[in-house]
Every structure is written in C-alpha cells, then in structure tokens.
C-alpha cells in the first residue's frame, strides 16, 4: 500500500508539474487585464482631479464676484442712507 500511495503522489505531482505552465500563462493573463484595469482607474481619477480643480477655480472666481457685489450693494445702501435700517 505504501508503494500505491507514492506512486500516486509522484503522478499527482507529474501532473502539477505539467498543468504548471499553464497555470503561469493564465495567472499573468489576470495580472495584466488588472494592471489595464488600473491603468484606466488612474487615468479616470487624472481626470477627476482636473475636473475638481476647474471646479473649483471656477467657485472661487464667483466667490470673489459676489463679494464684490455685496461691497457694492453696502456701498448704495450707505449713499441711500439704507445702511442704518435692517431689510
């Protein structure tokens, strides 16, 4: 019985062996479909990360255009005399 059960071990590892190479192509196929993956999710946050900047170049700009207009308005408020009351 011993001699059945290496034999069989030997063939169970002939077998691994043989089906190794195999396996080796297949696990770099995944890696590299991963790695594309990856590549696109970089570039897609790349992306976000501009769109997001432009955004908020943009806020800050209007920021700054309604502070100026409410510099304005408080300036006619004074000129008008409105500056005293609350509306």
Known sequence: MNDAFENHTIRLL?????????????TQAQIGI???A?????????????????????????????DNID???DRIDQHLGLDAQQH
């Open 14 to 26: 002939q077998e691994m062996r043989a089906e190794a190479p195999t396996r080796d192509e297949k």
């Open 34 to 36: 991963l790695a594309q």
């Open 38 to 66: 990856l590549n696109g999710v970089k570039a897609e946050l790349i992306r976000m990360r501009e769109d997001i900047h432009a955004i908020t170049m943009a806020v800050d700009h209007h920021s700054v255009r309604l």
């Open 71 to 73: 510099q304005r308005i």
